[in-house]
């Protein structure tokens, strides 16, 4: 793979994202081999924004690979506090670590933080934008249950805000999928993320309800309506709570349905969910993982 | 340029003639090139006037300025079969037709609140010009409609 940052999943070719799923399975199949891998290697994380299992499965992935990390930790107890702007935080970081991790609030953060640093960068979520990693661990967990060529996938829940949703539905564009969105109509596809599926002559098609769809799926992606990114509560309270499945809804599906969660979840996928064989997103969450070090070691290895 | 447009719009000596605006845009080119009479630049304009490639276009002239490369390419955005002509001693000495840039830069604003060129950065914005729009290069976001509402003031 030869990129010097991973800002969006609309930059990964099929061949890059089949190196990055194919490696991670030879890394899962064998941590131990990957264990000095980049000893003393330093990982810098920025987080602007809250995280558990991006940061986290990120300071994992170094660490199993033999580096560690330095973390800029809350913004409370930053620079950021006292005014610096991301140019300048990301330019003073890039002097502590050999790659940088950036989750930020403001849309184009991660591609506009990359113009300024020459250490590699990896957009770790910027607002609604892109969460290119995210999109990786998921392809992975597709393959590994359902193959990522001729299957019928179904995203449900906010699609508008939902950054995970933009970068899986691009990245999704480069396998043979038939890709059906599920939501309320104040939470569907935004134009520009319609607009670039309409370019890659994805096959898509939009619903405001699942039960019609669901005996069709492979694949049912659940996500959380963020209540964040509302501008006002009403509008949020209008919609939550709708676009929930539990186990009886599961009974109209495939035994092989996967069903997945980026997670956190609210209330969007029933705790009775958990105990079926379709429930996939633990796996989902585990694999961020094996695919960390995946990238991060194709990343480091073509920046040395 | 019709007998009836000269009588309208007189003859600049030197400067810029804009032409072939679509009707009613003129304004919104005085905005493009930063124009809101407080400069003090004589300007003549003609709004809504016949033409045969148009139907009806708008005209506009800038006594003593000549537009940068920055201006044409936000005004091909508004204006795609606008022709410029500099004027010199009350001839055209130049006429060019505007073409679309591939990207412009400086000029519009985001109109996505939550788009990092927003906030206090270093960092000016920067738009892809699309066949029908044009597009942030850092939020992603596509402006189709009313391009010219977006110019920075």
Known sequence: MRHDHVISAKQLSRADVEEVLDHASDIAADPAGY???????????????????TKMSFAAAIKRLGGDVVDMGPTEYSSVK???????????????ADALVLRHPSEGSSKMASEFVDVPLINAG??????PTQTLLDLYTIRENAGLDDITIGIMGDLKYGRTVHSLAYALSNFDTRQHFISPESLKLPRNVRYDLHEEGASIKEHTDLEAILPSLDVLY????QRERFPDESEYREVAGEYQIDADTLEDASDDLTVMHPLPRVDEIAHDVDATSQATYFQQAHNGVPVRMALLDLLLEGSR | ??????LRVSKIENGTVIDHVPGGQA???????????SGGEEVSIGMNVPSDRLGRKDV???????LSQSEVDVLSLIAPAATINIVRDYDVVEKHRVSRPAEVVGVLTCPNHNCITTEAEPVESRFDVLDDGVRCVYCETIIREDIAAHIMV
């Open chain 1, 35 to 53: 264990r000095d891998r980049h000893e003393g290697t330093l990982l810098g994380l920025l987080f602007f924004e809250p995280s558990t299992r």
């Open chain 1, 82 to 96: 006292k005014g610096e702007s991301l140019a300048d935080t990301v330019r003073v970081v890039e002097g502590y």
């Open chain 1, 126 to 131: 910027d607002g609604a934008g892109q969460h």
């Open chain 1, 222 to 225: 659940v996500t959380r309506i």
């Open chain 2, 1 to 6: 340029m019709t007998d009836e447009t000269k």
């Open chain 2, 27 to 37: 304004l919104h080119v005085l905005a493009i090139i930063g124009i809101d009479g």
């Open chain 2, 60 to 66: 506009v002239k800038v006594e003593d300025r000549e």
